[in-house]
């Protein structure tokens, strides 16, 4: 295929995205890729992105789905495997308390320790929008970046990264283990990396934000082919969110913005064409991915517009009361002016949990689909 056919597909996938309702359905890609994408194993490694303020030209409308045997539907998942920063993180110790069916994320209590001021994402996926019992082991961990090696988390070496996450704790605690007897069809792994990564590397003008982001997502790919070499078979991959609009990025001014976007842009570039390579490299693979970045876009440019986010009257700002976490989720002080959950930044980088609601929602309509 033509780089201009598969422009093409791409924009004329994105012109068909519907859009003004939370009940809105992302456009599948239903079949496995066919064809060759490049001789080049690496290829997708050194297409060149186009660098644009906001980020819309990725592959995550071209490679919505591969659907394969060892996928039978989000019903029939028992366990899920999530691997990330503090989006995603519940705090989960793997030597605590194990997911059961009166705690499906184990430790901590529910929703756990989160970023955003309630339950997440993972949260909302195993006990809101899931279609069965699900045991969810959340090895995400605050701060985590890709590989320290390459990009180091700035919070210290207890961080847990995402090669931590899989070699130290998934590998040596969760394959062959009889007390979690997950198979290639009725688990989940889903991944949500790149935030930390970006926000500590990224710089105005410097000519190595790309060779950084060559040997991230070079790095990701080796992490979940260990994954794949374990036995997953079924992945949900999230791009980066456009953190360059967080209040953080904000209050530095408009170069820094604007690197920070192209940064972003450049990732999610590499990162989308890493799926559409993966699906040719493993063709018993079942690959999601979900584009955290256009659904952050379109609730900053108007949160009303769903019922998940409508009731946001604050999306630039923060308050610095409640940055740490509140006592409740529509907790109130006066000198913020409005509830927590009417704010939809948190702190100076996370959101909210109406977010991570809506992110949930919308996660399970593209797994159920």
Not at 88 to 103: A, V
Not at 201 to 215: G, I, K, M, Q, R
Not at 258 to 281: D, K
Request: negative net charge; charged residues 10%; hydrophobic residues 35%.
């Amino acid at each position: 295929m033509s780089l201009f056919m598969l422009l093409a597909l791409v924009f004329l996938a994105r012109a068909l995205q519907v859009s003004g309702q939370s009940t809105f359905e992302p456009q599948p890609y239903c079949h496995p890729v066919s064809g060759n994408f490049s001789s080049n194993p690496d290829y997708w490694l050194h297409a060149t992105p186009v660098l644009r303020a906001h980020w819309w030209f990725d592959y995550a409308s071209l490679v919505r789905r591969q659907y394969t045997d060892y996928w039978i539907g989000w019903k029939n998942i028992s366990y899920l495997f999530a691997f990330g920063d503090s989006y995603t993180s519940t705090s989960f110790n793997i030597s605590g308390e194990k997911p059961s069916p009166s705690s499906p994320l184990g430790n901590p209590p529910y929703p756990g320790s989160t970023s955003c001021d309630g339950p997440n994402y993972i949260d909302f996926l195993t006990t809101t929008y899931n279609q069965s019992y699900i045991q969810a082991y959340n090895l995400g961990y605050g701060g985590a970046t890709i590989d320290d090696s390459i990009v180091k988390s700035g919070f210290g070496s207890a961080v847990q990264s995402f090669q931590n996450q899989v070699e130290l704790e998934f590998l040596h605690t969760y394959v062959n283990n009889s007390e979690v007897p997950w198979t290639a069809s009725n688990s989940l792994f889903t991944i949500f990396f790149g935030i930390n990564d970006i926000t500590n590397s990224f710089a105005p003008f410097a000519s190595h934000n790309d060779s950084v982001n060559y040997e991230l997502v070079k790095a990701y790919e080796g992490l979940v082919d260990e994954l794949y070499a374990a036995g997953a078979r079924n992945f949900l991959f999230m791009n980066v969110p456009p953190v360059d609009r967080s209040p953080g990025t904000l209050e530095v001014g408009t170069i820094d913005q604007s690197a920070e976007a192209s940064f972003i842009g450049a990732f999610n570039f590499r990162l989308g064409a890493f799926v559409y390579n993966l699906a040719l490299r493993h063709t018993d693979t079942t690959l999601f991915t979900f584009d955290t970045n256009f659904l952050f876009t379109k609730v900053l440019d108007d949160p009303w517009q769903f019922g998940e986010t409508a009731g946001y009257l604050n999306t630039t700002e923060y308050c610095a009361a409640y940055e740490n976490g509140t006592k409740s989720l529509t907790s109130f002080d006066p000198s913020c002016g409005i509830p927590v959950n009417q704010y939809f930044w948190l702190n100076s980088l996370h959101p909210t949990y109406p977010m991570h609601n809506f992110m949930g929602s919308q996660i399970a309509k593209i797994l159920s689909a």
